[in-house]
Structure formats: structure tokens, C-alpha cells
């Protein structure tokens, strides 16, 4: 009962947002035409004297400009773009940090106590850590980007480092970007308007089959070098990307292989909304070794072999109707039977409906259903419906103020998945899958939160 509910809830929270969304107000069409005639980053907009709205329909989601303005390597083609041009003072960072309350419930959760399963539940007040942007150019058409991050209990990490070459011999064709860094995806993680600990991620790219050893992650920033290029206002852009097979993390782990990816995405005129209607498609190719060289029984890192292939693709678009903002994703994975539990290949696939109703520059209503389902399990004696997942979220942001120094939101959201066999993604509850593969397993999120960046 509790799941026609939350698919009822869902349903309606998006069509209510396309029957509002024809009617938006000619004062907020002329203010977003200015927008896009005219990043979570406030650094850039203190550089060129600009509110964050000239990026962002509603921060941290880049508008028609904004995507330009990246492409672009962070310059708008004018004297600021020079370090030599900029003052003294100026440092280009951004901090992010977001304190927040939130609640956490995820059933059937086997303990020591509870070994047929129990609710495990949590609730209190919270901080998300530190995300310290540090993003500009070193030279004309000479890119850099490093964002360490503080997590709340004191550890530090490099999110991204990169440099980027940018209009090579003159041509935005021509751009290469070296480091780490996210993959090119339509729909960002990175720039993601959902931050609860079940809303706050994307099963199409984060989930693997029971029983998996793969971390591939199409979400997580990835080391290697992009060459990408864009015309003149990004309507067309590509993206070919060689990296190492260790999903982002330094020192070469897993060995000698590499990893291909490509995106390929046309936008249209846009045809009476808040910005361009955009398509694309993607493809990933990867690597994982199955052996490694061994002292005293323990893997030699770096000494991977054995590599066994794995493959993601997809397509992906961005609609406006009016105000309504609508982002689909569709996606087919595949692994190799070595990197699985059993003798066949692993292969599943992923559905997913964002819409964001831009009520005002300073109000967003959000929603997403997501589904994943396992086509081909890789051991032939599991359920085939183990693994299968659900995902709802339901959310707001407003903003109070948004200036070229700093900016606020007010953040509310509510998310579930609904997981078969299998313990939830977000890590919520005991991580223990249950007993019974046929178990649906609910992990429920409820966020209030203070979004800021200065």
C-alpha cells in the first residue's frame, strides 16, 4: 500500500508542476531571456561583477549561459578573463558547506539482536562537510581546477585537479583537460539540486549487481584526459575521454588498463521555456582486473591483470516546457561473468524523471522516480529480481538572496528507495542485506537544510 502512495505522490507532484507550468509569469520570461542574453562558483561572479543567476536557473544548475561559460573554459572572451587583468586581492574560491537536520529510516536491518531484521532509525542535527572550489584560468585559454574537501569528521580529500587547454589552434573544437575530474554527463551529480543521503546520488550510475566486483561509478570523477569540443553558444558538443581504470583514486591500483568514454548532445532553439531542449547519448567502455600479484598473501596493488570489460550506455535529454524543466535517462549496463557472481554476464537497466518546476529566480519545486531492473543475473540460481530498485524524491529550494559575493538556500526533501534483497545504497541501516532474497527493503530520508556558498 505504502508503495501505490508513493508512486501516487510522486505522480502528482509532477503533474502539478506541468499544470503550473503554463503559467509563469511575463516578468520572470523577460528576467530569464536577460539571463541567458547576458556555477556554484560566487568567485567567478565577484570576477566579472555578475549575480550567480547569470549561470544558474536556480544554483547550482547551470543555464544555457552558464554551460557556455564552461565550455569555455570559465572566460567570457573579455580583458577579465587574464589573471594579469584581475586585482591583487582577488583569489579565485568558493566554499560550500550545508549544516542541516535530517531523519533516517531503513526496515528489515539484521543486527545481532535482530537477526530476522528490524527498523533502524536516526534522527538529529548534522553538517555535510566543506567543498572548497577553487576554479579559473592561468593564462589566457589555460584552465585550472582543484576542489579539496573537509568531510564533517575531519578528513580531507581532492575531489578534482586539472588543467585544461582550452580553443586550441582557435577553435572550441578543440579543448583537452588533464587530471581529475567529472565525466562529461547531460545530468550532473556534481551539480546535483539533491542532498539527502537517499535522494543525494543517481542509481544509474552508481549500482552494481549483487555479488559484484566492480566500483565502477559513473558518477564519481574519474583520472585521465578529455578532448572535447563545442560550436559557438555549446548548442553542439562531444567529449572522448581515455582514463585510468581505478574510478578516481591515485596511485594506480588497479593496474596497467584504461577506460574509453564518449557524449555526443545537440540542443534546439528554445521554443518558449527557460532554456535550449537538449538531447545526447553516451557510452562507457571499461576495465577491471580479476588477479593480482601477491606477498604473503596479500594483493600487490597496483599489479592488477586478468582485465575483464564492463560497458554503460545511455541517452539522456533536457525539456522545457515553459517553467518545467524535465531530465529522462535511460541506461543499459553490462559486465563480464568474471566480474560477477556466477558463469554469465551480468546486465541490467535504468529509468529515471527528473522535473523542476521554476516557480521564481528564488523558488524550485523538484521531483524524480528512478527504477533499475536486473535483465540477466549473473549466477542463474538468483532470484531475478534481486537487486531490483525504486527511487522517489520529492523536494524544495529557496533562495532568500543570491548576489555576486554569496548565496542561500533553504533546502527541503524527502526521499525512499524501495531495494529487493539487497541494503540500500545510501548506507543507511546495518549495510547487511537481508536473509530473504526477496525482501523489499524501504530506506526513507527527511532533510531540512541552509545551503551556502560564499
Same mark, same amino acid.
Given at each position: 500500500?505504502?508503495?501505490?502512495?508513493?508512486?501516487?505522490?510522486?505522480?502528482?507532484?509532477?503533474?502539478?508542476? &506541468?499544470?503550473?507550468?503554463?503559467?509563469?509569469?511575463?516578468?520572470? #520570461?523577460?528576467?530569464?531571456?536577460?539571463? +541567458?542574453?547576458?556555477?556554484?562558483?560566487?568567485?567567478?561572479?565577484?570576477?566579472?561583477? &555578475?549575480?550567480? %543567476?547569470?549561470? +544558474?536557473?536556480?544554483?547550482?544548475?547551470?543555464?544555457?549561459?552558464?554551460?557556455?561559460?564552461k565550455?569555455?573554459?570559465?572566460?567570457?572572451?573579455?580583458?577579465?578573463?587574464? $589573471?594579469?587583468?584581475?586585482?591583487?586581492?582577488?583569489?579565485?574560491?568558493?566554499m560550500?558547506?550545508?549544516?542541516?537536520?535530517?531523519?533516517?529510516?531503513?526496515?528489515?536491518?539484521i543486527?545481532?539482536?535482530?537477526?530476522?531484521?528490524?527498523?533502524?532509525?536516526?534522527?538529529?542535527?548534522?553538517?555535510?562537510?566543506?567543498?572548497?572550489?577553487?576554479?579559473?584560468?592561468l593564462?589566457?585559454?589555460?584552465?585550472?581546477?582543484?576542489?579539496?574537501?573537509?568531510d564533517?569528521?575531519?578528513?580531507?580529500?581532492?575531489?578534482?585537479?586539472?588543467?585544461?587547454?582550452?580553443n586550441l589552434?582557435?577553435?572550441?573544437?578543440?579543448?583537452?583537460?588533464?587530471?581529475?575530474?567529472?565525466?562529461?554527463?547531460?545530468?550532473?551529480e556534481?551539480?546535483?539540486?539533491?542532498l539527502?543521503?537517499?535522494?543525494?546520488?543517481?542509481?544509474a550510475?552508481?549500482?552494481? $549487481?549483487?555479488?559484484?566486483?566492480?566500483?565502477?561509478?559513473?558518477g564519481?570523477?574519474?583520472?585521465?584526459a578529455?578532448?572535447?569540443?563545442?560550436?559557438?553558444?555549446?548548442? #553542439?558538443?562531444?567529449?572522448?575521454?581515455?582514463l585510468?581504470?581505478?574510478?578516481?583514486?591515485?596511485?594506480?591500483?588497479?593496474?596497467?588498463?584504461?577506460d574509453?568514454m564518449f557524449?555526443?548532445s545537440?540542443?534546439?532553439?528554445?521554443?518558449?521555456?527557460?532554456?535550449p531542449?537538449?538531447?545526447g547519448?553516451?557510452?562507457?567502455?571499461?576495465?577491471?582486473?580479476?588477479?593480482?600479484?601477491?606477498?604473503?598473501?596479500?594483493?600487490?596493488?597496483?599489479?592488477?591483470? !586478468?582485465?575483464?570489460?564492463?560497458?554503460?550506455i545511455?541517452?539522456?535529454?533536457?525539456?522545457?516546457?515553459g517553467?518545467?524543466?524535465?531530465? $529522462?535517462?535511460?541506461s543499459?549496463?553490462?559486465?563480464?561473468a568474471?566480474?560477477g557472481?556466477?558463469?554469465?554476464?551480468?546486465?541490467?537497466?535504468?529509468?529515471?524523471?527528473?522535473?523542476?518546476?521554476?516557480?521564481?529566480?528564488?523558488?524550485?519545486?523538484?521531483?524524480?522516480?528512478?527504477l533499475?531492473?536486473?535483465?540477466?543475473?549473473?549466477?542463474?540460481?538468483?532470484?531475478q529480481?534481486?537487486?531490483?530498485?525504486?527511487?522517489?524524491?520529492?523536494?524544495?529550494?529557496?533562495y532568500?538572496?543570491?548576489?555576486?559575493r554569496?548565496?542561500?538556500?533553504? +533546502?527541503?526533501?524527502?526521499?525512499?528507495?524501495? #531495494?529487493? !534483497?539487497?541494503?540500500?545504497? %545510501?548506507?543507511?541501516?546495518?549495510?547487511?542485506?537481508?536473509?530473504?532474497?526477496?525482501?523489499?527493503?524501504w530506506?526513507?530520508s527527511? &532533510?531540512l537544510?541552509f545551503?551556502?556558498a560564499?
Amino acid at each position: 500500500m505504502s508503495w501505490l502512495l508513493s508512486a501516487a505522490v510522486t505522480s502528482g507532484c509532477l503533474a502539478a508542476a &506541468l499544470a503550473l507550468s503554463g503559467g509563469r509569469s511575463k516578468a520572470y #520570461t523577460a528576467y530569464s531571456l536577460a539571463v +541567458h542574453k547576458a556555477s556554484a562558483i560566487p568567485a567567478f561572479a565577484r570576477k566579472y561583477g &555578475l549575480r550567480c %543567476s547569470a549561470c +544558474h536557473t536556480v544554483w547550482p544548475e547551470l543555464n544555457a549561459f552558464g554551460q557556455r561559460f564552461k565550455d569555455n573554459g570559465y572566460q567570457l572572451g573579455n580583458e577579465r578573463d587574464s $589573471p594579469m587583468w584581475q586585482s591583487p586581492a582577488y583569489w579565485p574560491i568558493a566554499m560550500r558547506t550545508t549544516p542541516q537536520w535530517h531523519l533516517e529510516s531503513t526496515t528489515h536491518q539484521i543486527t545481532d539482536a535482530a537477526p530476522a531484521g528490524k527498523t533502524l532509525s536516526q534522527t538529529g542535527f548534522d553538517l555535510s562537510g566543506v567543498d572548497f572550489l577553487l576554479l579559473g584560468t592561468l593564462h589566457k585559454n589555460i584552465t585550472f581546477g582543484l576542489v579539496p574537501t573537509l568531510d564533517a569528521d575531519g578528513t580531507t580529500g581532492l575531489e578534482a585537479a586539472f588543467v585544461r587547454f582550452d580553443n586550441l589552434g582557435q577553435s572550441p573544437w578543440a579543448n583537452l583537460k588533464v587530471g581529475k575530474f567529472e565525466l562529461d554527463n547531460l545530468l550532473s551529480e556534481k551539480r546535483f539540486t539533491w542532498l539527502s543521503n537517499n535522494g543525494g546520488f543517481l542509481y544509474a550510475y552508481h549500482y552494481l $549487481p549483487s555479488g559484484s566486483a566492480n566500483n565502477f561509478g559513473f558518477g564519481d570523477n574519474q583520472i585521465g584526459a578529455e578532448f572535447s569540443g563545442h560550436s559557438f553558444n555549446s548548442y #553542439t558538443r562531444y567529449s572522448v575521454a581515455l582514463l585510468t581504470t581505478d574510478d578516481g583514486e591515485p596511485g594506480l591500483p588497479g593496474g596497467k588498463s584504461m577506460d574509453a568514454m564518449f557524449t555526443l548532445s545537440q540542443a534546439f532553439a528554445p521554443g518558449g521555456g527557460l532554456g535550449p531542449q537538449r538531447v545526447g547519448v553516451f557510452g562507457y567502455l571499461g576495465h577491471r582486473p580479476t588477479t593480482f600479484e601477491t606477498v604473503v598473501g596479500a594483493p600487490i596493488p597496483g599489479t592488477g591483470a !586478468g582485465n575483464k570489460s564492463f560497458y554503460r550506455i545511455g541517452a539522456t535529454a533536457q525539456l522545457w516546457l515553459g517553467n518545467l524543466e524535465l531530465l $529522462p535517462l535511460v541506461s543499459h549496463a553490462q559486465d563480464d561473468a568474471a566480474l560477477g557472481p556466477g558463469p554469465e554476464k551480468p546486465t541490467w537497466n535504468n529509468a529515471l524523471l527528473e522535473a523542476h518546476y521554476v516557480a521564481t529566480p528564488r523558488f524550485m519545486v523538484q521531483g524524480r522516480y528512478e527504477l533499475t531492473r536486473m535483465s540477466t543475473q549473473g549466477d542463474p540460481a538468483t532470484p531475478q529480481t534481486l537487486g531490483d530498485a525504486d527511487a522517489f524524491a520529492l523536494g524544495f529550494r529557496y533562495y532568500p538572496f543570491m548576489i555576486s559575493r554569496d548565496g542561500m538556500a533553504l +533546502h527541503g526533501e524527502f526521499a525512499m528507495t524501495r #531495494t529487493t !534483497g539487497t541494503a540500500p545504497l %545510501s548506507g543507511d541501516g546495518s549495510g547487511v542485506d537481508p536473509a530473504d532474497p526477496a525482501t523489499k527493503v524501504w530506506s526513507r530520508s527527511l &532533510l531540512l537544510a541552509f545551503d551556502f556558498a560564499f
